[in-house]
């Protein structure tokens, strides 16, 4: 007995042109996965775009900026003056020299290091270097502004005080001594040569 034949039924079109159109997108998708992503097209994308800024408006930012930091009319101002309120707790403030001619003395720089003086930030006190961050010291003329601990500046005080009395007294035994072979300058054991100390205030010129 002759065994059945299957009958092949061909598909239909519209199914063929369905299966056609679902691969075409999937080779579309991994082609487009498969690209390098451009991360400075995103970047480009997402960064927003910056216009220039009114020049006028930026004139009165800056000078309002000004004002603050500056007096317009500052003859007999003392660029030089440090509000003690703003020096930190158990800190001293000095200014010392930087540079002479715009020359930096190295050894000078060196002498101040080994006595306990660093330059002040800028970034501490943006009020006395208003530059946006560009220098990082303060300074005035050849000068900077440095600290130390104010304990080690009191000692050194103290020292320059003994120093200057010990020269002073020096300086009145040999005003009393007397050269070999004259009579001694006493009266009664007491120095004829009397050096007097006082404290008078120094003119200030006005020109």
Do not use: C
């Not at 056609?20 to 995103?42: F, G, K, N, T, Y």
């Not at 930012?61 to 509000?83: K, L």
């Amino acid at each position: 007995m002759a065994r059945p034949r299957k009958l092949a039924i061909p598909a239909e079109p519209a199914v063929v042109e369905d299966a056609q159109i679902i691969e075409a997108v999937v080779e579309e998708v991994s082609a487009v996965e498969a690209e390098p992503v451009r991360e400075d097209l995103i970047r480009r994308d997402l960064r927003p775009e910056v216009r220039e800024e009114d020049p006028r408006t930026r004139a009165a930012r800056r000078a309002a900026e000004i004002r603050n930091h500056i007096n317009v009319d500052d003859d007999g101002v003392d660029e030089f003056f440090i509000n003690p309120d703003v020096i930190p707790p158990g800190w001293s403030y000095e200014w010392k020299r930087r540079t002479v001619m715009n020359e930096e003395n190295a050894a000078y720089q060196v002498q101040l290091q080994l006595k306990g003086w660093e330059p002040v930030p800028s970034s501490r006190h943006p009020e006395y270097m208003p530059d946006n961050g560009r220098f990082a010291t303060i300074e005035r003329k050849g000068m900077v502004l440095m600290e130390r601990p104010l304990e080690i500046t009191e000692a050194a005080r103290q020292s320059e005080i003994r120093k200057a009395r010990i020269q002073v007294r020096s300086k009145e035994e040999q005003l009393n001594a007397a050269p070999g072979g004259t009579f001694e300058r006493s009266n009664k054991d007491a120095g004829m040569a009397k050096v007097n100390k006082s404290y008078e205030p120094i003119p200030i010129p006005q020109d």
